[in-house]
């Protein structure tokens, strides 16, 4: 297997490194055997700088780039199929959920690596995924195991434990090889976990994936601090305009039947500048019946639930300037981000395939913001929450929510550090600059898309 992973140039090497290999004297822990293994590398092959650039902060080159996106495509599917196979044995909710982060932050890391906002990159970034993932995969089976969640399948995961640690062993201790993560060594490697499944194990596509939307509609299961009441609009975004065209609607039509209604009206329009002010009602509108929607079926403590808002508020208006589309040489489309992010919620498609419907999240303005508003109370149950139990400060709920909303479940405490980098600064400033104005009293103004001023007392 390990050939695979190698150029052909330096199989004969590697072979050589693999012969040396001997044990050391056996260790015996409390809930483990260890077994120090020795190996002989040559000198040329112990540094990684004459084989590979080191990490930097400029962006790759297109060659770089194209190369990266087609094997990301192959390490995606691989992780997917990794995750599918994992998840269909494990029962424990808590590591199913777990599963999905591992997913989410690997996409999420390749979307920033494609458009040139990741911190970090280096020659190969598919190695740098394969790294960080492998090392939260192999701890996660590992506490499967001792959860009792692997019956009957212990041998196939040490297989698969075993191939991955070797692959890692050599990474670390003879960067010089210059591991590359090749199709045929992804695909033996996932084999090693299903030696006699036919399928590719690498088969990407775009289709609805219903194991991952299983994964992603799992609850953590705890209950908020108190109650939440009957959800109620905030005063603050209430205005006249606002009341006279909703109430009508709402007394003759359901929820449901609302959103469709508004999501038609808005479909597919771009506001002209005297029209911005009834472009905001609607949309104002719809994220009202999207949150209410979505609110009535997750657990929130009230006061949750009364700053989630301005949270999707703020959030859409950061993202799209509250637009789903655009218009370009006399064509309307739907907005587009540099990065491939999609609408009103700028939902990415390399990020959550499988999870939702691409084509819908391009022409459904109602689905486009359901979406968003699924994805935003997902990260604010599962990652801000306990970050702001931990700080003890109720604003970075939708700050560490925010955060993860827009670079992954990993970076939802990102604010809280003081050496972050200046585009991310920017970026969560830029937010909760708005975020405060708007549960001020403020206005969206989709002219400058910024929050007009609260007004004074």
Known sequence: MLHNF????????????????????????????????VLDVPDQYLALTDILPAPTETPLSSEELANFERTSQSWDAFLVYIIRNLGLKIEDTDIRIRLLEILLNSRYQVTAILSGEAEQTSGDPTRELFIRAWTDLRDLIMEAGQRGQLSGQLLPYLSFLSAGDALMVLDSSAPGLSIEM?????????????????????????????????????????????????????????NRHWLDFFIPVAQAES???????????????????????????????????????????TKLTAEESADFSYLLSTTALIESCWRQYVQQDGTISHVRSPSGSIGLM???????????????????????????????????????????????????????????????????????????????????????????????GGTVDLQSCSVSAPPTT
């Open 6 to 37: 190698v150029p052909e140039s330096q199989v004969q090497q590697l072979d050589a490194i693999l012969n040396s290999v001997r044990a050391t004297v056996l260790e015996v822990g409390e809930n483990e055997l260890s077994i120090p293994l």
């Open 182 to 238: 090749s199709e045929n060594g992804l695909r033996r490697l996932a084999r090693a976990m299903r030696p006699m499944d036919l399928d590719d194990p690498l088969k990407f596509d775009w289709d609805l994936d219903p194991f991952l939307q299983d994964l992603f509609n799992l609850s953590d299961e705890q209950p908020p601090i108190s109650p939440a009441p009957t959800q109620t609009v905030p005063p603050s975004s209430l």
């Open 255 to 297: 929820a449901p039947e609302i959103m469709q209604h508004l999501s038609e009206r808005l479909d597919p329009w771009v506001p002209k500048a005297e029209e911005l002010e009834v472009y905001r009602i609607l949309v104002a509108a719809l994220l009202e019946a999207v949150r209410a929607q979505e609110l009535a079926q």
């Open 346 to 440: 700028q939902i990415n498609p390399s990020v959550w395939r499988g999870i939702f419907d691409i084509e819908r999240l391009k022409k459904d303005t109602g689905y486009n913001a359901t979406v968003g508003t699924r994805i935003l109370l997902r990260y604010l149950r599962l990652h801000a929450r306990p970050i702001a139990r931990k700080t003890g400060n109720h604003d970075d709920l939708a700050r560490a929510t925010y955060a993860a909303y827009n670079a992954g479940p990993r970076a939802a405490g990102r604010f809280l550090n003081p050496q972050a980098k200046p585009r991310v600064k920017q970026v969560d400033g830029k937010f909760w600059t708005l975020y405060q104005n708007l549960s001020a």
